[in-house]
Each structure stands twice: as structure tokens, then as C-alpha cells.
């Protein structure tokens, strides 16, 4: 499969729509959307996602995280 974007473009511009989403749904929006990708490549681009400051992942429970999206403040 080959992807129009990148990952982390497809990723951030979920996750930037939705403002705050679990890890399973936007595994599944982003299937929905753009093709079968595994849990394991969507790991990878939210862990650089957060490095670079554009997210924040907290789990909210055993198997469950919380996505939201980092405002940046005009300033």
C-alpha cells in the first residue's frame, strides 16, 4: 500500500481535526480513510509527534491513550 502523504502528515492532520481522540480511533479513522496501517507504524508517528512537541499521548487506561493536539500560543 502506498500512502499520498506521509504518516505523521496523515497523523497530525487527524488528530489536529479532531483536537482530542483515543489511540484505537484514529487507528481506525485514519484505516478508514487511507488504507491498512498497523498499530505498530502509528505508534511510531505519534512517538515523533510528541518529540517534536506537536501532541501530547496520556493513558487513560490499561490498553487506552488519549491524544490531543498542543495549541501554540500567539505570542
Excluded at 41 to 65: M, S
Amino acid at each position: 500500500m502506498v500512502l499520498k502523504y506521509p504518516l505523521k502528515v496523515l497523523v497530525y492532520e487527524t488528530i489536529k481535526q479532531k483536537k482530542v481522540i483515543t489511540d484505537l480511533d484514529l487507528l481506525n479513522e485514519i484505516n478508514k480513510n487511507s488504507g491498512e496501517i498497523l498499530m505498530r507504524d502509528l505508534n511510531k508517528a505519534l512517538l515523533h509527534l510528541e518529540i517534536i512537541g506537536l501532541i501530547n499521548v496520556k493513558w487513560i487506561g490499561k490498553d487506552k491513550r488519549r491524544i490531543e493536539i498542543i495549541e501554540k500560543s500567539q505570542s
